[in-house]
């Protein structure tokens, strides 16, 4: 009996949850209608075609809620118009569409499934606002462990795309383009594995946690975290 019990309050939390999910969706897919674009919807990777020794240790793709991107852009004081954006997990792009709403130099996306790569590339094509500032945007198919970092300043976005031992071998690409080419980097973070967030908190940059709020997607509260290389004069050691 304890167990009918457990299983019909699954089942009564799944049927109460479902229209609740629909509802954030359409609430989420009103980027992609004001856009005419396609980046909504949660995606597993095992329904991709993905030939990278990776994706064993990568997530799934959904798309970033604009409010949690949009309150940690704003806790970023830099001049755009130095800095690169690059978002590490791309997807099919809304990153970099929130992106170009600042006016970085260039906004590019690393994507390792072609399929949303390509998804990426018509969004791209298509993606008209307003607000756009940034007029250089691009999709990479690319493992993120395989991409070089190009020696500019440059804002490291990520959406909780893979797990910890990913996150370490990218952290040691970033000290390896620091050693060679000093500079400001900042890695932005938002996501919800704890051992993501102590390998990041852990790494020996500057680190601050933004307050994030709820995430309306899946109604969670995930961290936000805003490292810095320490400037031109390449890492420094501590965290906050």
Request: net charge positive; aromatic share 12%; glycine share 8%.
């Amino acid at each position: 009996m304890p167990d009918i019990r457990k299983t019909l309050a699954r089942c009564g939390r799944s049927l109460w949850r479902y229209p609740i999910d629909i509802v954030r969706w359409h609430i989420d897919a009103w980027f992609d209608r004001c856009h005419g674009i396609d980046t909504s919807g949660k995606l597993s990777l095992a329904a991709l075609k993905i030939s990278s020794p990776h994706v064993s240790e990568a997530t799934w793709y959904e798309p970033v809620p604009t409010v949690g991107f949009r309150r940690l852009m704003r806790s970023l004081d830099i001049e755009h118009d130095q800095y690169v954006f690059i978002d590490y997990g791309s997807g099919k792009g809304r990153a970099l569409f929130l992106a170009a709403d600042y006016p970085f130099k260039e906004v590019i996306g690393l994507e390792f499934s072609g399929e949303l790569h390509e998804t990426a590339e018509r969004n791209i094509q298509r993606y008209r606002s307003p607000r756009q500032r940034a007029r250089v945007l691009r999709s990479v198919c690319i493992d993120a462990v395989d991409f070089e970092l190009p020696p500019v300043k440059s804002v490291l976005f990520f959406y909780s795309p893979f797990k910890a031992s990913i996150f370490e071998k990218i952290l040691c690409n970033v000290r390896r383009s620091l050693t060679e080419h000093p500079r400001s980097l900042y890695l932005v973070f938002i996501g919800f594995l704890p051992e993501s967030v102590r390998v990041l908190k852990a790494s020996g940059f500057e680190c601050r946690e933004v307050p994030l709020g709820t995430d309306y997607i899946r109604w969670e509260r995930k961290t936000g975290l805003i490292l810095h290389s320490g400037g031109p004069a390449g890492p420094v050691s501590g965290t906050s």
